[in-house]
């Protein structure tokens, strides 16, 4: 079993910057992908990005290419999420997540993955 803590959540102005923080117990943390979606009010849970277990496969969505940067340091079991030039759309409840699986290439369906944190909130205002 694998828990996931999200952190570094919060308010910020559009065009700030924000860096998530996902903390994983267990000790075959290195081996899982890892990805990070978000659920706005109202809408469904989303792909945002994932990284595979080797930090060399990353993947995101189209609307955060170029702005969000997914990283991993498997010797502090953490994965963070960091979110430049945030939007107001941006705003949503973070949540990373483990897949067991061990992918060469970390999927972007919600539904493969295994375990999943608490969620973290993030706002963007105007």
């Known amino acids: 079993q694998v828990q996931l803590v999200e952190s570094g959540g919060g308010l910020v102005q559009a065009g700030g910057s924000l860096r998530l923080s996902c903390a994983a117990s267990?000790?075959?943390?290195?081996?899982?992908?890892m990805g990070w979606f978000r659920q706005a009010p109202g809408k469904e849970r989303e792909f945002v990005t994932a990284?595979?277990?080797?930090?060399?496969?990353?993947r995101y969505s189209d609307s955060v290419n170029g702005r969000f940067t997914i990283s991993r340091d498997n010797a502090k079991n953490t994965v963070y999420l960091q979110m430049n030039s945030l939007k107001p759309e941006d705003t949503a409840v973070y949540y990373c997540?483990?897949?067991?699986?061990?992918?060469?290439?970390?999927?972007?369906?919600?539904?493969?993955?295994?375990?999943w944190g608490q969620g973290t909130q993030v706002t963007v205002s105007s």
């Open positions: 997540a483990a897949d067991r699986d061990v992918p060469a290439i970390a999927s972007i369906s919600l539904t493969q993955y295994d375990y």
């Open positions: 990284i595979n277990w080797s930090g060399l496969s990353r």
């Open positions: 267990g000790r075959t943390f290195s081996s899982y992908a």
